[in-house]
């Protein structure tokens, strides 16, 4: 079965740092694979999606950049933190099949920025 | 108008109750249906499909018109483990597939 692990699970970390989250699937081959943030107590946005090695889009210009080096590993990274860029990040892959594009999310990590 | 608008809430309701959330979205090339469950602080988890003919998956039964472009979920015989936010789902193809979430609807359900 698939499963999708990313990492650290919670980060505080002041502002300008840099930031990097991990993510990887395992148990599929080229998936779709998505960075969503989700401030509190706010709907989903999306930050990028991959659909293959190298291949990166992004829906919302800011700070932050996506990098996938491997087929089933994605990278969200930031060279200087924003306040703003406290929320919660989640990492997802998709399948299409019957039922259309069906999106399956890591655990996420909690970024609190200082 | 945003492309997928649902009652933010909260819905509070006693064990028990009967519960509807509805969710209506703007672009009619829209292809597929869903329904999330995220728990306070933790990841969505998809809860179920919504396919044209309607479905039910034990107490949650999901419908979709097509026509008025609106989609809903039923809770039957609330538990209080059922507290969370339902988040409505739409799915279309502009090439590649764009997937837009609702917002949410916050459900409280009480002993």
């Known amino acids: 079965s698939q499963t999708i692990h990313q990492w650290p699970a919670t980060l505080v970390q002041p502002v300008g740092s840099p930031l990097s989250l991990e993510c990887t699937v395992e148990?599929?081959?080229?998936?779709?694979l998505y960075w969503y943030r989700q401030a509190a107590g706010r709907g989903l946005q999306l930050l990028f999606y991959s659909v293959g090695i190298g291949q990166i889009s992004s829906e919302v210009p800011q700070n932050l950049s996506a990098s996938r080096p491997q087929d089933r590993q994605f990278i969200l990274s930031s060279k200087k933190l924003l306040l703003s860029d406290s929320g919660f990040y989640l990492c997802a892959w998709s399948t299409q099949g019957r039922s259309g594009n069906t999106i399956y999310f890591g655990e996420g990590s909690w970024l609190t920025v200082v | 108008r945003k492309e997928v608008e649902q009652d933010p809430g909260p819905f509070n309701v006693p064990e028990g109750a009967t519960v509807a959330f509805n969710c209506t979205y703007s672009n009619s090339a829209s292809q597929s249906f869903f329904w999330y469950r995220q728990d306070c602080r933790k990841e969505p988890k998809l809860l179920m499909s919504?396919?044209?003919s309607g479905n039910e998956d034990g107490r949650f039964t999901a419908q979709l018109n097509r026509a008025s472009q609106y989609i809903s979920l039923l809770i039957r015989d609330s538990k209080l483990s059922d507290s969370a936010t339902y988040l409505c789902v739409v799915s279309l193809n502009t090439g590649g597939f764009k997937t837009i979430f609702g917002a949410g609807t916050r459900l409280f359900v009480k002993a």
């Open positions: 919504v396919y044209s």
């Open positions: 148990g599929t081959s080229n998936p779709n």
